[in-house]
């Protein structure tokens, strides 16, 4: 497995793999990698005949008072993870080869970055934007794989991908859960004991939505209302039924939606969404 630290160097390495013939999936991650990351590589090995993973900690996606310096790094234990499931290349540069000194050149969706974790969370998905186009511009994949449990940043880069015209096709890839049904996240091992059985009231949340659409229920209101019941313990930044390109409340479900949820379990901020 190649480890890349500059843009030259990736480039050279996707130059060979062009030559060669075979198509390129990209798979973005801040690292401290868990089986949610591994379903992602995995889809990406079934569909790309090369794979490469970033593992890069993006500065500009993180407020002043969010946990940037505090993030998780693993850096070795996920380099031998990648290298175990396979990956062909891993993209790890320095915050100054990703923003070199002067940079100033910013992405942005708008309309959309301002929605659900936007709100709270303001130039969060112009980061997020930002640094994925200096990704797909190094590396020019064919496909880039994304977890729905980031359901707006995925909504965001979609638009942006359609917006910018770029020759890349966006796989989003089913949410991967414990088995008690908590959502995998990095910030995950962040929570103590109590805190992480706190957090289950997310998913279960979501899931009592689930039932009750599933029941015929197609007000959101009442939906929402069922799972503030069950978030009450937890403080919730947001609980919405939208729709999943817009990210825009809809009052009723009759043609489906996405609820999402973000809600702090201490000093932990989780999300957790799903398509109805």
């Given amino acids: 497995m190649l480890v890349l630290r500059t843009i030259a160097e990736a480039r050279r390495a996707c130059a060979r793999v ?14 401290a990698l868990h089986e949610g990351h591994l379903s992602l590589v995995q889809a990406a090995q079934t569909s790309c005949d090369a794979v490469v993973a970033s593992i890069f900690v993006n500065p500009t996606q993180f407020g002043p008072k969010e946990d940037f310096a505090s993030y998780p790094r693993t850096f070795e234990q996920d380099c031998q993870t990648l290298e ?4 062909d ?10 923003y070199p000194p002067g940079a100033s050149t910013i992405v942005e969706v708008l309309g959309l970055s301002d929605r659900l974790d936007g709100v709270s969370r303001p130039g969060h998905f112009r980061g997020v934007a930002t640094v994925v186009t200096k990704l797909f511009h190094i590396f020019g994949p064919d496909r880039a794989f994304f977890g729905q449990k980031d359901a707006a940043q995925v909504a965001v880069l979609r638009k942006m991908v359609r917006d910018l015209v770029f020759p890349v096709q966006l796989e989003v890839c089913p949410t991967v ?6 959502a995998m996240s990095s910030r995950n091992r962040k929570l103590s004991e109590e805190e992480r059985r706190r957090a289950l009231v997310l998913s279960q949340a979501l899931f009592a939505v689930e039932k009750g659409f599933q029941d015929g ?14 978030l009450k313990d937890v403080e919730v930044e947001y609980c919405r039924i939208v ?34």
Avoid: H, W
Avoid at 18 to 31: F, Y
Avoid at 177 to 182: K, M, S
């Fill in 177 to 182: 859960r414990e088995a008690d049904g908590l």
């Fill in 89 to 98: 290349m891993v993209f790890a540069p320095t915050v100054e080869e990703m």
């Fill in 217 to 230: 229920e197609r007000d959101s209101g009442k939906l929402i209302g069922e799972a503030q019941r069950i």
């Fill in 18 to 31: 062009r030559a060669e013939g075979k198509t390129l999936g990209l798979v973005p991650t801040m690292g």
């Fill in 84 to 87: 175990e499931a396979g990956v």
């Fill in 243 to 276: 729709d999943p390109e817009t990210l825009e409340d809809i009052p009723d479900v009759s043609r489906g939606g996405l609820v999402a949820v973000a809600a702090r379990v201490g000093s932990t901020r989780l999300i957790d969404n799903l398509l109805l």
